[in-house]
């Protein structure tokens, strides 16, 4: 089953934060995060494994709270590179399974 | 290392033909998924391919199938093209043996008229 994201659509001034979330009826064991810059393939940000360790780089991070069944991708101070639609992944016997996609508008 | 490579980039195919699309993966890596983007339907899992066996496969018709060879490049055929198979396909290559990070090919933009 499909992970749910939520918001669908995000507009940013450039410095502001956003926060992006992932939630599935399934028991999560892992988490992939992607971005797709409009007319680009999707782009690997990051996983995140069961344990709820939390992961970034530059100011993207995110966390997974697999009691809960979600994850939370961050993002801080916003620049306009940041742009695009996020989605998560969650394996399911095997197969990657994303959500519908979060998109990001990042405004001067 | 160059990139995962997608051929063709357009295709413009009439319902009722059949279409093959190619996949190279980067070079090392053993596994291959493809995918159908839609507007609507977002990314959908189409099947997974590693050392020649599919592996894994998703909720499409047999129409759409797929297949891998010794050097790890892969084909994805639909036949008998119905206009909703209209889509961006994109393969991507792994390898499994070091993390689950998927690189995405530029895919192929198929129009189904």
């Known amino acids: 089953q499909q992970p749910v994201q939520s918001p669908q659509a995000v507009i940013l001034r450039e410095g502001e934060d956003a926060v992006i979330n992932c939630s599935s009826s399934?028991?999560?064991?892992?988490v992939h995060w992607y971005r797709q810059k409009h007319g680009e393939a999707p782009v690997f940000l990051m996983i995140l494994l069961k344990g709820g360790e939390q992961k970034g780089h530059d100011k993207i991070s995110a966390s997974f709270n697999e009691k809960k069944q979600q994850s939370s991708l961050y993002l801080t101070a916003s620049q306009l590179s940041y742009s695009g639609t996020y989605f998560c992944g969650t394996e399911e016997m095997g197969k990657l399974i994303f959500g519908q996609g979060t998109t990001l508008q990042v405004k001067p | 290392k160059a990139g995962v490579t997608q051929t063709p980039r357009y295709l413009i195919k009439t319902r009722g033909q059949q279409v093959t699309l190619s996949c190279s993966p980067i070079?090392?890596?053993?596994?291959v998924s493809w995918y159908q983007q839609t507007p609507g339907q977002g990314l959908q899992f189409l099947f997974e391919?590693?050392?020649?066996?599919?592996?894994n496969k998703g909720n499409f018709p047999g129409r759409f199938s797929g297949r891998q060879f010794s050097n790890s490049r892969s084909e994805m055929n639909v036949s008998t093209l119905e206009l909703g198979d209209s889509a961006l396909y994109l393969c991507a290559s792994s390898d499994p043996g070091l993390t689950y990070e998927q690189y995405f090919g530029p895919g192929t933009r198929l129009t189904v008229t």
């Open positions: 399934k028991a999560l064991y892992s």
């Open positions: 391919y590693f050392s020649e066996t599919q592996r």
């Open positions: 070079s090392g890596h053993r596994s």
